[in-house]
């Protein structure tokens, strides 16, 4: 079973930034979805970015200050985050759906529909 580590959380006050990045145990081809979900504290998981086929989805709540990307080469994929607010703090994890299987704009937000998830990282920004 394929597993996703993530990595760069960590603790920041508001308006800084970090990026975190996510490494599969073994290269895998043909990913069409990936994404990133935070749960933050004594609220359920909810969704922050997607990127699947060239095509980008973030959650209102991010728009404008975080970014999401790949390098495919590496088969890392990054949330660059920038402006942090207190209200982003959580544990972020990473998703990806099994190869040659793309995600929609609608789609992406359901977490059901990853096959492969990270332990995830911990984010808090403070005030």
């Known amino acids: 079973q394929v597993q996703l580590v993530e990595s760069g959380g960590g603790s920041v006050q508001a308006g800084g930034s970090l990026r975190l990045s996510c490494v599969p145990s073994?290269?895998?081809?043909?990913?069409?979805?990936m994404g990133w979900f935070r749960q933050p504290p004594g609220r359920a998981r909810e969704e922050v970015a997607a990127i699947s086929i060239g095509s980008t989805f973030y959650a209102d709540s991010v728009k404008g200050r975080f970014s999401i990307y790949e390098d495919s080469a590496t088969n890392t994929l990054y949330l660059q985050m920038n402006n942090l607010k207190p209200e982003d703090t959580g544990m972020y994890s990473c998703?990806?759906?099994?190869?040659?299987?793309?995600?929609?704009?609608?789609?992406?937000?359901?977490?059901?529909?990853?096959?492969?998830w990270g332990q995830g990282t911990q984010v808090t920004v403070s005030s």
């Open positions: 998703a990806r759906r099994r190869p040659r299987t793309g995600c929609s704009s609608a789609s992406w937000r359901q977490a059901t529909i990853y096959e492969y």
């Open positions: 073994e290269k895998i081809d043909g990913t069409l979805c």
